[in-house]
């Protein structure tokens, strides 16, 4: 990280940060035309053993699905936070932001009750509402997570 002192790595804050996101940008590849596709998804998070793990669910058809079944590897980028800081003089206008950017590794996951139990996390960090999810509906979505294998967490206060 170029800017060292917006670096954030205190996991507090870091968990703060996460839990203000409420969008998570997929990069995936596409060989097809050798570019990204990025796409904006609703998440959810869960810290295990020190790592990072990220939860979507989505069509079970689509581009996101087609290339993901052809690379598992994303990039991943959130931010929330924002807000202008204004000054007299254009040049001294300031942001501030948070923002965590990394890498990982998909995964399906196909048994029912995994589904429903991360359908309803994902409930929870849109809403702040505990859903019980039924197993009965979980055939009709794809439900993912990224491992994630690096991130780095930035800050402009």
Same mark, same amino acid.
């Given at each position: 990280?170029?800017?060292?002192?917006?670096?954030?790595?205190?996991?507090? @804050? &870091?968990?703060?940060?996460?839990?203000?996101?409420?969008?998570?940008?997929?990069?995936?590849?596409?060989?097809?035309?050798?570019?990204?596709?990025? !796409?904006?998804?609703?998440?959810?998070?869960?810290?295990?053993?020190?790592?990072?793990?990220?939860?979507?669910?989505?069509?079970?058809?689509?581009?996101?699905?087609?290339?993901?079944?052809?690379?598992?590897? *994303?990039?991943?980028?959130?931010?929330?936070?924002?807000?202008?800081?204004?000054?007299?003089?254009?040049?001294?206008?300031?942001?501030?932001?948070?923002? &965590?950017?990394?890498?990982?590794? !998909?995964?399906?996951?196909?048994?029912?009750?995994?589904?429903?139990?991360?359908?309803?996390?994902?409930? @929870?960090?849109?809403?702040?509402?505990?859903? *019980?999810?039924?197993?009965?509906?979980?055939?009709? *979505?794809? !439900?993912?997570?990224?491992? *994630?294998?690096?991130?780095?967490?930035?800050?402009?206060?």
């Amino acid at each position: 990280m170029r800017r060292e002192d917006k670096e954030v790595t205190d996991m507090t @804050k &870091i968990l703060k940060i996460l839990d203000s996101c409420t969008v998570c940008r997929l990069g995936i590849y596409d060989p097809t035309n050798e570019e990204a596709y990025i !796409v904006p998804m609703n998440f959810a998070y869960q810290m295990k053993e020190g790592k990072l793990f990220l939860y979507f669910h989505s069509a079970r058809r689509g581009r996101k699905i087609d290339l993901l079944s052809r690379c598992l590897r *994303v990039t991943f980028e959130m931010d929330c936070g924002h807000q202008l800081i204004p000054h007299d003089r254009p040049c001294e206008y300031g942001y501030r932001y948070s923002c &965590i950017m990394g890498t990982g590794t !998909v995964s399906f996951l196909s048994d029912p009750h995994e589904k429903a139990a991360v359908l309803s996390l994902l409930m @929870k960090k849109m809403t702040g509402r505990n859903f *019980v999810i039924e197993e009965k509906a979980t055939p009709s *979505v794809s !439900v993912f997570y990224v491992e *994630v294998r690096q991130f780095s967490c930035k800050a402009q206060n």
